[in-house]
């Protein structure tokens, strides 16, 4: 098949919805040759922090001079972003070449008895061969919701099981209390793996630590107070590792490397650990601090309190869950005091949306409101009576040209534009900067 063939193909099998279990893609996977063991795997679970932790790890893997893989979801600019080699995005004749020989062996399961594997089971063993076939020396895996029964925990040993931040989201799906969802998640754990958690609230840590005692899983949760702040604006935060205990390494160089200070590009406080959890995944793998410096410093990921424009400053955030907003609430009034902030805002109709113009309303002078162009977009006409009940002026759009208008002519010379919403959202704004789609989701 070709690659509108291919994507005709993804559209039909994506009709199969969710469905939890591994039956259907193990048996796949089994049927490829088992693609998922050929290479190092890093493999992290999450709520909020992903997508930046394997960008700081990918920049610095990239810089000590390793071939990298690295699989995401969702995406933003286009759907070939999920799959990514050495920064770069799969070709479309590269995806209809597996997805053919993918399909092949689709067709045998379900001519023996098989029910069809879901889309992102498909998506992920195309992702799993990509890599195999290109012989990576690692494969970064980002988890699609859960753990447990996502379609990527078919691992036999990760080299490095990852947890960024855990809090509610999917609760459809995950359960409604973090105990369950963090158990959910924690289902990536396999015996005997090194385990590296962000910071987590008490509830999380607790059973985090508990399954990797029953699996014996040696378990690291990093502390972000062990780190100094020498510097924070627009530009990035400057920090120090002051936590570092002097026997971790017999090596002066290194170690006079680790007490240098490290730039992380990537604006919010929450970015302080989630590069922290990145440096410690790094430093397990024995990356040189050269190439772990160099990595951290250069790392950019698209969506995540992105600027893409100057005079007005616009930025780009894909804050979609409670703990999201809260992150970037605290980031408005930190980076933006004293300044007219005007939002643009598009959310999903299955996120608690409510819940977002609560938490970011006392931040936005105006805002301006859009439908997203999927069928899961909540209507502009149901988001901005409940701004506007927040004091906040709102008007609506109809086309991402004219939001930027609206807001533009709001936010004059000095204001700043903040388009938040669902990461599908926020394409249009993205290409502002990028301009070319094969960019680079971390570039």
Known sequence: ??????????????????????????????????????????????????????????????????????????????????????????????????????????????????????????????????????????????????????????????????????????????????????????????????????????????????????????????????????????????????????????????????????HIPLLGEHQIANAQTAITVLRTLYIEETAIHKGIAQTVWLGRMTKVAEHPYIYVDGAHNVAAWEYLRTSVEKYFTNRRVIYIIGVLKDKEYEKMVEILAPTMVAAVVVTPDTPRGLPKEILAPLIQAQGVPVQLADTSAEALQKAREQAGETGVILVSGSLSFLAEYLQLESGDENNGASR
């Open 1 to 262: 098949m070709n690659y509108l063939e291919a994507q005709n193909y993804i559209e039909e099998k994506s009709r199969l919805g969710i469905v939890p279990g591994l039956t259907q893609v193990k048996e796949l996977l089994r049927r490829l040759g088992n693609p998922q063991d050929a290479c190092r795997t890093l493999h992290i679970a999450g709520t909020n922090g992903k997508g930046s932790i394997f960008a700081f790890v990918q920049e610095s893997l990239l810089a000590a001079g390793y071939h990298v893989g690295r699989y995401i979801s969702p995406t933003i600019l286009t759907y070939l972003e999920r799959y990514q080699l050495d920064r770069r995005y799969m070709t479309e004749d590269e995806f209809a070449a597996l997805l053919t020989e993918v399909a092949a062996v689709i067709e045998t399961m379900e001519t023996d008895g098989f029910a069809s594997p879901t889309v992102f089971e498909i998506e992920t063993a195309v992702a799993f061969l990509y890599f195999a076939r290109n012989h990576v020396d690692y494969v970064l895996l980002e988890c699609g919701m859960g753990g447990s029964q996502d379609a990527t925990n078919v691992l036999a040993k990760p080299e490095v099981c990852v947890f960024a931040q855990i809090s509610m989201d999917h609760m459809q799906f995950l359960g409604d209390t973090l105990t369950k969802i963090a158990t959910e998640k924690a289902g990536i754990i396999k015996p005997y793996t090194t385990v590296i958690c962000a910071p987590q609230v008490r509830e999380v840590s607790k059973v985090l630590r508990e399954i990797c005692e029953v699996q014996h899983a040696s378990y690291i949760e990093v502390n972000p107070s062990d780190w100094e702040v020498v510097q924070m604006n627009l530009d990035g935060t400057e920090v120090v590792d002051c936590g570092m205990n002097p026997d971790e390494t017999n090596m002066d160089a290194d170690m006079d490397q680790r007490q240098q200070p490290y």
